[in-house]
């Protein structure tokens, strides 16, 4: 079945997509660890067992939610 759209162009746009689901999940695992009576060190470990990411990406995540908020 041919929709008139090529495929690149659909890849392109579910790419945004995720971008976006991605985003808002690891926005919301920040909250809810930064949110929490803990030490840095203790939040940066919870955030590598949550999302597999970095302590550099934490500091800015919570950074872009504190600018959007």
């Known amino acids: 079945m041919q929709v008139g759209v090529s495929e690149r162009v659909v890849r392109r746009v579910?790419?945004?997509?995720d971008q976006a689901r991605r985003r808002r999940q690891q926005e919301e695992a920040a909250r809810e660890?930064?949110?929490?009576?803990?030490?840095?060190p203790e939040?940066?470990?919870r955030w590598r067992e949550q999302t597999g990411l970095g302590e550099t990406t934490f500091y800015r995540?919570?950074?872009?939610?504190?600018?959007?908020?």
Do not use: N
């Open 33 to 40: 660890i930064d949110g929490q009576p803990l030490s840095w």
């Open 61 to 69: 995540v919570l950074k872009r939610c504190r600018h959007s908020t």
């Open 14 to 17: 579910v790419g945004k997509v």
């Open 43 to 45: 939040k940066v470990a």
